[in-house]
């Protein structure tokens, strides 16, 4: 009797969380915008950054527990499965919450390849090198897209970093370097291939990001997620037909990764991070960027006992340096004009 009281809690806990994530979402554009510095640091926003730095830090794991070899889901597959029903779940909340869900032609245009870039052209790369690397290697590479974004955003608005920003790009740099060097030498983990595709994932990210910055659309938070979702979804399904990959045939742990992955990874995460931005200064809210990693490599560690020599560790800090540095000066400097 008590373990179905149990059960009943944790369903009600459950349904409570994604209520209160869809609400969230149906919020304005506007109050999405950051915060500035003044704003107080509180302890529902902390909550909020704490459900980020785990869920977010802990999705590299659950692609690797999908992924890998014997778990029934190919990478492209999983990409498309877990957009596809996450991009449902908005597009239908948005639609019985009567917000405006049909798009302009330039709106669908920045969305689409906004959606492509960041999940058939990011996470499918992730997707696709984790049946080879390990989830704390994949995280720590992946962890760098402040890294990359500042350096595009910088050669975008045809603006000249500070001198400070340039050494702390080249700081974030020299920690990739300690993290691929050892891997090609030793031709263990990762190949070539892998971690040319690791490296990929998060320019294709920022690039995509970066579009909708620079070309801003008029529809709600929710909207816009529901179309990145959808629209990323569909170019999964056509790598999965064009690369011939087998029909999912996942085990019961495949299965597990698949649903945390859609609904704590792609809409619990995702609400918890701008319920962040709403209730915490902006510095302190982007720190998911630099925390998401080292919890993936300590779960990645403590779950799956993978590698963690003194070049993971070095590469880790040089990284996570780099991205304290970027963000440091973005927030706090201006950059001239070329």
Known sequence: MNQVHSATRRSDWLVATITRTMRALHAPRSSMEPLQHDKQVTAKGLANLVTVYLIWGSTYLAIRFAVREGAGIAPFALGAMRTLMAGSVLLGWAALR?????????EFVTLAVAGLLMWPGANGLVNWAEQRADSSYAALLVGALPIW??????????????????????????????????????????????????????ITWAIGTLLQIHRPVSVSPLVSSAYLHLLGGVGFAILFVVTKEPWPTPTAQAWGALVYLTIAGSIIAFTAYVQALHLLPTH????????????????????????????????????????WGVFRERYHRQPATL
């Open 284 to 323: 302190i809210a982007m720190t998911y960027a630099y925390v998401n990693p080292v919890v993936a490599v300590i779960l990645g560690w403590m779950l799956l006992r993978e590698e963690m020599s003194f070049a993971v560790l070095a590469g880790m800090g040089l990284i996570m340096l780099g991205v």
């Open 149 to 202: 974004a500042a350096l595009i955003d910088a050669l975008w608005r045809r603006q000249r970093p500070s001198w400070r920003l340039i050494a702390f790009l080249v700081i974030g740099f020299i920690g990739i370097g300690l993290l691929t060097v050892p891997k090609l030498l030793s031709a263990e983990g990762a190949d070539l291939v892998t971690i040319l595709m690791l490296i990929a994932a998060p």
């Open 98 to 106: 009567g917000v405006r869900i049909r798009l302009t032609r330039a």
